[in-house]
């Protein structure tokens, strides 16, 4: 499976950005999208996350209620939807895919890198001050 993400960009603060992430092949089963991201010299980490399944959806803590995670199954796609941005928000932003013939995690393990199998290349979200 080959995951693009694109939608980054450069905005200012408080400012709004949507990304999209397309999957090659038809997410199923116990599929899980989800994004992640790396600013610099900081490790990769967990930002959002969704069940292909029921649309069930997980967020970090230092975005909650300013972004928004959203699935299209006919487009075997996801979004992220990201309101009020700050510039500790800037970093390079990965889509990642758990496969849908794993077992199921609880919410709490997909918050974690080794949970999905497939990633995209990344697309560079900057907000300025």
Same mark, same amino acid.
């Given at each position: 499976?080959?995951?693009?993400?694109?939608?980054?960009?450069?905005?200012?603060?408080?400012?709004?950005?949507?990304?999209?992430?397309?999957?090659?092949?038809?997410?199923?089963?116990? =599929? $899980?999208? /989800?994004? *992640?991201?790396?600013?610099?010299? %900081?490790?990769?980490?967990? #930002?959002?996350?969704?069940?292909? !399944?029921?649309?069930?959806?997980?967020?970090?803590? =230092? $975005?909650? /209620?300013? *972004?928004?995670?959203?699935?299209? %199954?006919?487009?075997?796609? #996801?979004?992220?939807?990201?309101? !009020?941005?700050?510039?500790?928000?800037?970093?390079?932003?990965?889509?990642?895919?758990?496969?849908?013939?794993?077992?199921?995690?609880?919410?709490?393990?997909?918050?974690?890198?080794?949970?999905?199998?497939?990633?995209?290349?990344?697309?560079?979200?900057?907000?300025?001050?």
């Amino acid at each position: 499976v080959q995951l693009q993400a694109s939608g980054g960009g450069l905005v200012q603060a408080g400012g709004s950005l949507r990304l999209a992430c397309a999957a090659s092949a038809r997410p199923f089963g116990n =599929s $899980v999208m /989800g994004w *992640f991201r790396q600013a610099p010299g %900081k490790e990769r980490e967990f #930002v959002a996350t969704t069940r292909w !399944s029921d649309g069930s959806t997980a967020y970090a803590e =230092s $975005v909650k /209620g300013r *972004f928004t995670i959203s699935r299209a %199954k006919p487009e075997n796609s #996801v979004y992220l939807q990201m309101n !009020s941005l700050q510039p500790e928000d800037t970093a390079v932003y990965y889509c990642a895919a758990r496969d849908g013939g794993r077992n199921r995690l609880i919410t709490s393990q997909l918050r974690f890198q080794g949970g999905y199998d497939y990633w995209g290349q990344g697309t560079q979200v900057t907000v300025s001050s």
